[in-house]
RNA sequence: GGUCUCGUGGCCGAGUGGCUAGGCAGCGGUCUGCAAAACCGCGUACAGCGGUUCGAAUCCGCUCGAGACCUCCA
């Protein structure tokens, strides 16, 4: 915990150190998902991005309570039917209530999280649960001034605001600048200016999902959320917010302007923004139409995929690049990723059996702390992991006899590796399991047999019982040492 | 149109005034009955043009190209 961490701030554009308000506690706010459909690639990216910061200041010592909301108070479409949202839409199309369409992607996106190996965060809270904190921000906000009614909705005032504020502080936009570039869409009669946003909207007649308010029946403005659950279990103003880079504006600009209306201060002290992940260049969305779910990746069951793809991998894939960087899928990138990772898990199983030697020809030390060194600086995973491969050339070059690490070393390094890899990065093997052992049982007979058939130069059935194994996924390798053997298909 | 970001070797992707990124693919070598793995070695990459500098992929300007936000979006 003594140590110093950079992050990359937008709201300062640059980065700055770390320094909690109230150390060791850090309070840490996520955007969640809007639970309408299965989570796609790009989903994937906040939740592995700001998973890494959780677990790397968890491991610091750090006490983080990390807030990562659902929203299942589906907003307005912007263009299908008036006065439906999507999750209210989904629901009519299914014939459900819904909240039964928000229960079956909640369930669906917590289990891919899982299969990511993303931590829950410390409380997931809920847009549907928080109606009664979110109407009396509304309430506030309109005492203070800062918004309007009209016709059963509510509307922040957003040139109000301006007037003793810096409305786009965050996003870097200029207030006039809005005013003269805005497009003027449909349907938005009642609000005094297009960049105004609601806080309270009156539900339609079809409209199902509804609650009574003081101003009517209806639901709660989308921005509106996040600032009311990041206000009840963070306070008026906690460490960290983070979102996607296309939440900057307006969600984020938004959650600013009302937090500070209604507690007269900025709520975040750090805001963090990952980039987005690209498909041919272009950014992979739900309103594009050329995103690819998760459980596709898992399956290889989409037409750009050339096979499927583990959910580590995936992982893998996405800590390889900076969170702040675009990162463009392809099935070959992705391939790259998946023998990269078989790679470094190797690499930690050759070390648990490295012995300790009398010396060591390697810094370790040294190594460990550019890797520490990498993650203090706005949570550089990538050259982090750079700095592991190195460490599993140091590995494979000992096991190879080039090489050795005193017993002090060697611990040290396995302690290291470990810490990265499983607890910081959040890799772990996906193989093996409880029929493990019966596998190796199976193997190891025709490994005997295959030892037999070479006793008697019988290469033939020898190279038959390898490649007849070597088709169902299994491969054998004559080491020095004896037979080795793993599973290297991950599409089973 | 406004605001902003980016353009790195076959692919992905770090870096950022002088010092090896890394992974994947490829080539050569060691090892091996063969193969695989591993290890060793190899590629004179920083969109283009100009400028600043002893020195720029890294700073500045221009040109070209790509993208993001401005409307729901991770």
């Given at each position: 915990m003594q140590r110093e961490i950079q992050i990359y701030n937008t709201l300062s554009r640059t980065k700055e150190r770390f320094e909690p308000l109230n150390p060791p506690f850090v309070g840490l706010y996520v955007c969640g998902p809007t639970v309408y459909g299965d989570a796609h690639l790009g989903h994937a990216r906040p939740a592995i991005t700001f998973d890494l910061v959780f677990r790397y200041l968890s491991h610091l010592g750090y006490k983080v309570r990390y807030v990562r909301n659902i929203t299942d108070v589906g907003h307005l479409e912007n263009d299908a039917d008036e006065g439906e949202d999507k999750i209210a839409r989904k629901a009519r199309l299914e014939q459900l209530e819904p909240m039964e369409v928000v229960q079956y992607f909640t369930d669906r996106y917590h289990l891919n999280m899982a299969q990511l190996n993303v931590k829950s965060p410390s409380i997931e809270p809920r847009a549907s649960g928080h109606i009664i904190e979110q109407i009396e921000m509304v309430r506030e906000i309109l005492k203070a001034g800062m918004g309007y009614e009209v016709n059963g909705s509510v509307y922040f005032d957003v040139e109000a605001y301006n007037r003793g504020h810096r409305y786009g502080k965050l996003s870097g936009r200029v207030l006039d600048d809005l005013l003269a570039n805005t497009r003027a869409l449909e349907g938005q009669d009642e609000k005094r200016n297009p960049f105004d946003f609601a806080l309270w909207k009156k539900a339609q007649p079809e409209h199902i999902m509804r609650w009574p308010s003081p101003w009517s029946e209806g639901f709660p403005g989308w921005h509106l959320e996040c600032s009311a659950m990041s206000n009840r279990y963070l306070g008026d103003l906690f460490d960290i917010h983070g979102g996607g880079m296309d939440l900057l504006f307006p969600h984020h600009e938004a959650e600013i302007a009302q937090s500070c209306t209604v507690h007269g201060k900025d709520p975040v002290k750090y805001w963090m923004h990952n980039n987005m992940i690209t498909i041919e260049g272009q950014k992979m969305g739900k309103s594009l139409g050329n995103f690819i779910t998760l459980n596709e990746f898992f399956n290889g069951a989409h037409v750009r995929l050339e096979k499927a793809f583990s959910p580590m991998t995936i992982r893998f894939f996405i800590l390889q690049a900076h969170y702040r960087s675009t990162l463009d899928f392809s099935n070959e990138a992705l391939m790259a990723a998946e023998k990269g990772l078989e790679r470094l898990m190797a690499g930690r199983k050759v070390l648990e059996q490295l012995k300790p030697g009398s010396e060591s020809t390697f810094d370790v030390a040294g190594l460990q702390a550019k890797c520490y060194a990498a993650m203090d600086d706005d949570f550089n995973s990538p050259i982090a992991i750079a700095h592991l491969f190195d460490a599993v050339r140091i590995i494979n070059s000992i096991k190879d006899g080039k090489g050795s690490l005193t017993a002090t070393d060697l611990h040290g390094l396995r302690e290291w590796v470990e810490s990265f890899v499983?607890?910081?990065?959040?890799l772990k093997e996906e193989v093996g399991g409880s029929e493990s052992s019966l596998m190796s049982d199976v193997v190891g007979l025709l490994i005997r047999l295959r030892a037999e058939a070479k006793a008697r130069k019988d290469f033939q059935t020898a190279d038959e019982i390898r490649d007849e194994l070597g088709k169902v996924g299994i491969v054998l390798k004559d080491t020095r040492d004896g037979v080795e053997w793993q599973i290297s298909g991950k599409d089973i």
């Open positions: 499983v607890d910081i990065l959040g």
